[in-house]
C-alpha cells in the first residue's frame, strides 16, 4: 500500500503562484505520478502527468503550470503561475506503481479575482 501526502494548496488572488507537493511512502520509483483536480460541481479532469521524463499538461493549464518529480524522495511537485478562479479546485496527486492506482487525500486550492 502506497499512501500519498500532499500539501501546498491554499487561497491566493488571481495571477499568484502555488507550489503543491506530493510525496509518496515507497522506496521503489513510482512509474506515472501526476495531478488532478475537481471542482464544485464538475468532473475530475486530468492537470499534468509525468513518466519517464515525460510531462503531459492540460490544455487550459500550459505555459502556466509545471510538473516536476525528485524521484530520490518520491516526490513530486506542481508549480502552479499566473492562476485564475477557474482554477479553483481540489487537487489530488495521482500515482501509478506495479499496476495500481493511488491517490491522494486532495488539497484545496482557491483563487479569489
Known amino acids: 500500500q502506497v499512501q500519498l501526502v500532499e500539501s501546498g494548496g491554499g487561497l491566493v488572488q488571481a495571477g499568484g503562484s502555488l507550489r503543491l507537493s506530493c510525496t509518496a511512502s515507497?522506496?521503489?520509483?513510482?512509474?506515472?505520478m501526476g495531478w488532478y483536480r475537481q471542482a464544485p460541481g464538475k468532473e475530475r479532469e486530468l492537470v499534468a502527468i509525468?513518466?519517464?521524463?515525460?510531462?503531459n499538461y492540460a490544455d487550459s493549464v500550459k505555459d502556466r503550470f509545471t510538473i516536476s518529480r525528485d524521484d530520490a524522495k518520491g516526490t513530486v511537485y506542481l508549480q502552479m503561475n499566473s492562476l485564475k478562479p477557474d482554477d479553483t479546485a481540489v487537487y489530488y496527486c495521482?500515482?501509478?506503481?506495479?499496476?495500481?492506482?493511488?491517490w491522494g487525500q486532495g488539497t484545496q486550492v482557491t483563487v479569489s479575482s
Open positions: 509525468t513518466s519517464i521524463g515525460i510531462a
Open positions: 495521482y500515482a501509478t506503481l506495479r499496476g495500481s492506482v493511488y
Open positions: 515507497t522506496v521503489f520509483t513510482i512509474n506515472t
